[in-house]
């Protein structure tokens, strides 16, 4: 079985300031990867960055960086310089590499980035 | 490429109705996967499809079945809808393999069921 836990509904940062969206999780499967979404108003989901969970180093993908503590289990989405346009819902998500077909994903965080 | 496709975007049903949700994807993905997103909340799987021919239940299986008889299209059928199917359901697809995180989401139905 896998569980996703996002504990913060919502969030506020500063314009041009960093934030991080906090996520745990827990599953039975040896190999797994771990994926933050992002979906704006409009509800489309977005991918945003993927870690694997053999991977050594943290996952980044220009502002969006994963904070990954396998012994924590948990998977936390740093974004930095914050930007108007990154308000948005942001969802933790996983799916165990043996079978790729299930996601499972947290209940979301929503970002509000004030100006 | 036109990516994971849904229709309809939108619809209203009555009580009691049936009636089938389209996916297709045109990137010969093995695994598709059909999400329901209820207000505020985060994606709950449904039914998902490790290839043509072979489904299984996810988290919330009841009330809807699935088929797959291509690699390309994933029908998603409410059998009689009930106001608690009232959601926006998102299909989606993903290669397994050294991809597996590539996961393509369609862009969503809106149902209603009044």
């Known amino acids: 079985a896998q569980k996703i836990t996002q504990t913060q509904p919502g969030m506020f940062v500063q314009e041009k300031e960093a ?3 906090d996520c745990t999780y827990d599953t ?27 991977d050594q180093q943290n996952a980044t993908e220009g502002r969006y960086s994963l904070n990954f503590q396998k012994a924590r289990k948990s998977a936390n989405l740093v974004i930095s310089a914050s930007q108007l346009g990154d308000s948005a819902m942001y969802f933790c998500a996983m799916r165990g590499l043996t079978n790729a077909g299930k996601s499972t994903f947290g209940d979301g965080t929503t970002l509000t980035v004030k100006p | 490429n036109a990516g994971v496709t849904q ?11 049936s009636m089938t949700l389209q996916c297709a994807q045109d990137m010969n993905h093995e695994y598709m996967s059909w999400y329901r997103q209820d207000p505020g909340m985060g994606l709950r799987l449904i039914h998902y499809s490790v290839g043509a021919g072979i489904t299984d239940q996810g988290e919330v299986p009841n009330g809807y079945n699935v088929s797959r008889s291509t690699t390309e299209d994933f029908p998603l059928r409410l059998l009689s809808a009930a106001p608690s199917q009232t959601s926006v359901y998102f299909c989606a697809s993903n290669s397994g393999g050294t991809r597996v995180y590539e996961q393509y989401f369609g862009p969503g139905t809106r149902l209603t069921v009044t």
């Open chain 2, 7 to 17: 229709t309809p975007k939108f619809q209203v049903l009555k009580t009691g109705q």
């Open chain 1, 28 to 54: 039975s499967d040896p190999s797994y990867g771990l994926f933050w979404y992002k979906q704006p108003s409009s509800g489309e989901m977005i991918f945003l960055i993927y870690q694997g969970s053999y």
């Open chain 1, 19 to 21: 934030v991080t969206l």
